[in-house]
């Protein structure tokens, strides 16, 4: 079997176009349905739902916890409703490779952390993209018995996407990535 990998010369949203028509095209060459992808304000969302129909797909946009809301990283009311009045479902809530109580302890390295350092040597992307998984899973917004797509990036944007079989976080084990469909180098 022959798989093609793209790899972006640069990471960061120039990338995000190529990376949904990717993650697109593969989509249809197996008959996925599923698609989860990280919008923190929800343009990539947007933008996947031009090519992913939410009417035709699962379209699930991972967004950060309300606790970054200082920060201005939180999607507002307004965002969230451009969003699921075309059909995206969105979901907030704490990420499941960091932020949780154990950050308060800081400096001690958790099993979480270890795992999200090393999904972080591929790509941000990549640590994302395994993250927002295992988060609409949880939710119970993607199925855990059949592969989906996940499109995450470098801060803005996308520039990876995967095939991955979800999994609970509490079966994260049973997590499996069987594509890299792209990522930066």
């Known amino acids: 079997m022959k798989k093609v ?10 990338n995000t176009e190529e990376t949904i028509r990717l993650a697109y ?9 599923d698609v989860v992808v990280a919008s ?15 009417s035709k797909f699962n379209v699930v946009a991972v967004t950060i916890s309300e606790g970054y809301s200082e920060e201005g990283w939180t999607m507002t009311s307004d965002e ?6 075309r059909g995206i479902k969105v979901l907030t809530c704490t990420h499941s490779l960091s932020d949780g109580v154990d950050e308060a302890f800081a400096g001690l ?27 609409a899973a949880d939710a119970g917004l993607i199925p855990v018995d059949r592969s989906v797509i996940a499109i995450a990036g470098t801060d803005r944007g996308a520039d990876t996407a995967i095939v991955v079989k979800p999994s609970y976080s509490r079966k994260f084990t049973e997590l499996k990535i069987k594509e890299i469909i792209c990522m930066p180098s």
Request: aromatic share 8%.
């Open 80 to 85: 969230r409703s451009a969003l699921q009045k």
């Open 40 to 54: 923190t304000h929800g343009s990539t969302a947007l933008k996947l739902a031009e090519l992913f129909n939410p």
């Open 25 to 33: 095209e593969r989509a249809l060459e197996l008959g996925i349905k």
């Open 5 to 14: 990998i793209t790899y972006f010369e640069k990471a960061g949203p120039e």
């Open 109 to 135: 390295l958790s099993v979480k952390e270890v795992i999200a350092q090393t999904l972080y040597r591929f790509s941000q992307g990549m640590k994302v993209c395994v993250e927002i998984v295992l988060m």
